[in-house]
C-alpha cells in the first residue's frame, strides 16, 4: 500500500465526516472541500496536470460558491443526528467494504484505497440525502455522493483521462453552483436557515410567479 | 471546431445571460440572442468532425447536430412564450447550459463520462423552480429534483464503471449484468421521471413556468436516455446475458408509465400536471428501447426520443399560451377555448397530430417498432392500444374547448392588434404593442414549435436517417468477457438462475 495514498484517502474520509456530521454550515462546506479536492489525488499513477487542475478548481469552485451561501455565523444546517462518531465509524466500516472488495469480483484498474474512500463517502453520503430536512444537507450530501461515485470508478476503471476529469470538474462545480443558488433562494426568503418548507412527502403551493395570471 | 464553437456559444451566452438577469431588457436580449446563436452554431457543426483530447475525444454526428438545431430552436420558442407569459425564470440561461452540456454529453465517446456529462446537464433545471428573491419553497422543489438526478447518475456511473474494463477473469455469477442493466435502465427511468419515480416531477410542475417544464425534464434527460441506450447495446447486449426478470421489471416501469401516466393527465385539473403526464407517458415508450436490448431498436429509440422533445415542448408552449389567453390554467375554466383561440386550436391539433402520429409518420413507426421489438406475444397488442391512451386527455381538452365559452365573446381578442408605428417614440411603440400581442405571442409559438413537431415526427430534416446512424467515434469502450464455463464464447443465453 502506498503511504501517501492512504494518507491522502484518509483526509478524504475525514472531510466526509465533517460534511457529513457538521452543523455549522461553513464548517461543512470546508469538510466537503477538503473531501472532493483530496479525492482528485487517490488514483494510482496520478492524473496528468490538466485534469488535475481542472479538478481543483472545479472542487474549489463548487466550495467558494457553497461558501458564500453559508456566509454568515450563525448559518446552521442540520448536521448529524447522531454525532461525529458515529459517522466516522460507519464512514471507516464502510471504507473496509470497499477496501475488502476491491475491483466487485474481477480485477480492478485503479488503487483499492479510492474504492475505498468512496464506498466511505458514499456512505456519508445516504442519511443527508435521504434524511436531511435542509436544502444545504441535502445538497452537502448529493457532492459526497457523486464524489463517492467518482473515486469508485477511479479504483474500478484505473486513472481517468484528462477529458473525464475535465467532466468531473464540471459536473462538481455545477452541482456546488446549483445547490448554493437554492440554498441561498431558501435563506433569503425572511426566514433563517436552509430549512425546507415542509416535511418529505407534502407539496408546497404554487410560487405565483411560476405561472402570473394577468387580467385578460 | 464546429463543435467546440457550439459550445463555447451555449456557455458563454449561458454566463452572459446569468450575469446580466438583473438588468431587465439587456439580460433578456442576452439570453434570446444566445439562443439564435446556438441555433446558428448548431446547423453550422459537421457531422463528421472529431476533436481530440488527450486520449478521450468528442464526436459529432448527424443526430447530436439534429438534436442541437431542434433543441435550440425550441429553447427559443419557450423562452419567448415565457416571456409572453411574464415569467422571471432565467429560461435562457438554464436552457443554454442544458444545450451546451447536451452537446457534451452526445459527444463524448467514452459512455463513463458521457453519463456524468448528461447528470450534470439534469442539474441546471433545478434552477427553473426558484423565483427571483427568496424562494424557500422553490429551493425545496428543486432540491429534490437534484436529489433525484444525482441518485440516478450514480446510479449509472457505477455500473458501466464496473463494466467498462476487462472481465474476462470475472469472479462473479452472470446475474451481476443483469445488476448493471437494471442499474443503467432504472437510472434512466428515473431521469424521465417513469412512474413509481415520477413523485419529482409532479412536483416540479408545481413550481416549474409551462414553458420551462420541457427543458427541466424532457431535454436535459434525453441525452442521459441515449447514453444509457448507447451503453446497453454496446455493452449488454453483445454478452448473450438471459436477462428476462430485469428485461420484465424494466417493461414494467414503460407500461406503467404509458398506461397510468395518461390516466393521471385525465384526472388532472390543471394544464401544467397535464404537460406533466404527457411527458411521464411518452417516456414510458423509450424505456421500450431499453427493454428491447436490440440494435433495431436503436434508431427508432432515438427517433422518438427526438420527436418526443420537440412534441412535448409544443405541448407545454401550447398551454402557456392558453394560460396567457384565458388567465387560467384550470381545464374546467377553459370552455370554449377552441372558439376563442383559433390559433391556438390549430397549434392544439398540430401537437395531437405530431403526438399520436398515423401509419408512415417516422415517430408513429418509431413506437411501434419499440413495441414489437420490446415485446412478444398478445401483449403487444395490448402496448399497442395503450400507447394511444393520450387520446382520452386530448379529447377532454377538446371536449372543453368545444363547449358554450363563459361571458360574451371578446371580437378579434386572439388576432394580432399593431397600433401604426410612431417614429417619435419607437420603444413606447414596441412595449405597447409587446403588452397587447402577448396572448397572441404565446399561441404563435405554440403554433409554430406544434409545425416543428410535426416535422420531427414525420421524420423531416433526415431525423430517421440520423438516428439510425453511428457517431464517428466509433463503438463505445465495452466490457471484454469470455464466459469462465467455456473455451470459446457461448452462442447460447447465460441463464442468471
Known amino acids: 500500500m502506498n503511504p501517501a495514498l492512504a494518507g491522502v484517502a484518509l483526509a478524504v474520509v475525514l472531510g466526509g465526516v465533517i460534511a457529513a456530521s457538521a452543523r455549522n454550515a461553513r464548517t461543512a462546506v470546508l469538510g466537503l472541500i477538503l473531501a472532493v479536492v483530496g479525492g482528485a489525488f487517490v488514483a494510482e499513477p496520478l492524473p496528468d496536470s490538466v485534469g488535475l487542475a481542472a479538478r481543483l478548481v472545479g472542487a474549489v469552485l463548487a466550495g467558494y460558491l457553497l461558501w458564500i451561501a453559508g456566509r454568515d455565523a450563525d448559518a446552521r444546517t442540520g448536521g448529524s443526528r447522531l454525532g461525529w462518531p458515529t459517522e466516522l465509524l460507519v464512514a471507516g466500516a464502510a471504507a473496509v467494504v470497499g477496501y475488502g472488495s476491491h475491483g466487485l469480483g474481477a480485477p480492478a484498474a485503479g488503487p483499492a484505497l479510492a474504492q475505498a474512500a468512496g464506498f466511505a463517502l458514499a456512505a456519508l453520503a445516504v442519511a443527508p440525502v435521504f434524511n436531511g430536512r435542509d436544502v444545504m444537507r441535502i445538497g452537502l450530501g448529493l457532492s459526497l455522493l457523486a464524489s463517492g461515485v467518482i473515486l469508485v470508478r477511479t479504483g474500478l476503471g484505473g486513472t481517468p483521462d484528462a477529458l473525464e476529469q475535465l467532466v468531473f470538474a464540471g459536473l462538481v462545480a455545477v452541482l456546488g453552483g446549483v445547490v448554493a443558488a437554492l440554498a441561498v433562494a431558501a435563506r433569503t426568503d425572511g426566514l433563517a436557515g436552509f430549512d425546507m418548507t415542509v416535511a418529505p412527502g407534502e407539496r408546497v403551493r404554487r410560487r405565483p410567479d411560476a405561472r402570473p395570471v394577468d387580467p385578460r | ?497
Do not use: K
Not at chain 2, 73 to 92: K, P
Not at chain 2, 374 to 390: E, N, R, S, T
Not at chain 2, 402 to 414: F, M, N, V
Not at chain 2, 462 to 479: D, I, L, N, Q, R
Open chain 2, 1 to 497: 471546431m464546429s463543435l467546440a464553437t457550439y459550445l463555447v456559444v451555449a456557455f458563454g451566452f449561458a454566463a452572459g445571460a446569468w450575469l446580466t438577469r438583473g438588468h431587465g431588457t439587456v439580460g433578456t436580449v442576452v439570453g434570446l440572442g444566445g439562443l439564435v446563436a446556438a441555433t446558428i452554431a448548431a446547423i453550422a457543426i459537421r457531422p463528421d468532425e472529431m476533436l481530440l483530447i488527450g486520449e478521450g475525444g468528442l464526436a459529432a454526428s448527424a443526430y447530436l447536430r439534429l438534436f442541437l438545431v431542434m433543441g435550440s430552436l425550441v429553447g427559443l420558442g419557450l423562452a419567448i412564450s415565457g416571456l409572453a407569459a411574464g415569467t422571471r425564470r432565467d429560461l435562457s440561461t438554464v436552457t443554454l447550459a442544458t444545450l451546451g452540456i447536451a452537446s457534451l454529453t452526445l459527444s463524448l465517446t467514452d459512455p463513463r463520462a458521457a453519463v456524468i456529462a448528461g447528470t450534470a446537464g439534469g442539474l441546471c433545471g433545478a434552477l427553473l423552480a426558484v423565483g427571483r428573491g427568496g424562494d424557500r419553497a422553490g429551493a425545496s422543489i428543486g432540491i429534490r429534483d437534484l436529489r433525484a438526478v444525482v441518485i440516478a447518475g450514480t446510479m449509472a456511473v457505477a455500473a458501466m464503471a464496473w463494466m467498462g474494463r476487462d472481465l474476462s477473469r470475472l469472479d462473479a455469477p452472470p446475474v451481476v449484468f443483469g445488476l448493471a442493466y437494471l442499474a443503467v435502465a432504472l437510472a434512466v427511468a428515473i431521469r424521465f421521471g417513469a412512474i413509481p419515480f415520477h413523485l419529482w416531477v409532479a412536483r416540479l410542475t408545481d413550481a416549474v413556468p409551462d414553458a420551462g417544464l420541457p427543458i427541466a425534464t424532457i431535454l436535459a434527460a434525453a441525452p442521459f436516455a441515449v447514453v444509457g441506450l448507447s451503453w446497453a447495446d454496446a455493452s449488454i447486449a453483445p454478452l448473450l446475458v438471459d436477462l428476462g426478470t430485469e428485461r420484465g421489471v424494466v417493461l414494467a416501469i414503460a407500461v406503467a408509465s404509458i398506461v397510468l401516466a395518461a390516466i393521471a393527465a385525465v384526472i388532472q385539473d390543471d394544464l401544467e400536471h397535464v404537460v406533466g403526464y404527457s411527458i411521464v407517458g411518452d417516456a414510458g415508450v423509450a424505456l421500450l428501447a431499453i427493454v428491447a436490448l436490440d440494435p433495431e431498436a436503436w434508431g427508432p429509440a432515438r427517433t422518438w426520443i427526438l420527436a418526443l422533445v420537440v412534441t412535448r415542448s409544443a405541448f407545454a408552449a401550447w398551454a402557456a399560451g392558453l394560460r396567457l389567453s384565458f388567465g387560467t390554467g384550470r381545464i374546467v375554466e377553459l370552455r370554449g377555448w377552441v372558439i376563442r383561440s383559433p390559433l391556438s386550436a390549430l397549434a392544439f391539433g398540430l401537437v395531437v397530430v405530431a403526438s399520436l402520429g398515423f401509419p408512415g409518420l417516422a415517430a408513429f413507426e418509431a413506437r411501434s417498432t419499440l413495441v414489437a421489438t420490446a415485446i412478444d406475444g398478445p401483449f403487444a397488442a395490448l402496448v399497442v392500444v395503450a400507447v394511444l391512451a393520450p387520446v382520452a386527455y386530448y379529447g377532454r381538452l377538446l371536449a372543453v374547448g368545444l363547449r358554450r365559452p363563459d361571458g360574451p365573446p371578446e371580437p378579434g381578442a386572439w388576432r394580432p392588434r399593431v397600433a401604426p408605428v410612431n417614429l417619435t417614440a419607437p420603444g413606447e411603440w414596441w412595449r405597447t404593442t409587446w403588452e397587447a400581442n402577448r396572448a397572441f405571442t404565446g399561441a404563435l409559438v405554440a403554433a409554430l414549435l406544434a409545425l416543428l413537431a410535426v416535422s420531427a415526427a414525420g421524420g423531416a430534416f433526415g431525423g430517421p436517417e440520423a438516428a439510425a446512424a453511428a457517431a464517428v467515434g466509433g463503438p463505445a469502450p465495452t466490457a471484454t468477457l469470455v464466459p469462465l464455463s467455456s473455451e470459446e464464447p457461448s452462442s447460447e443465453p447465460i441463464p442468471t438462475e
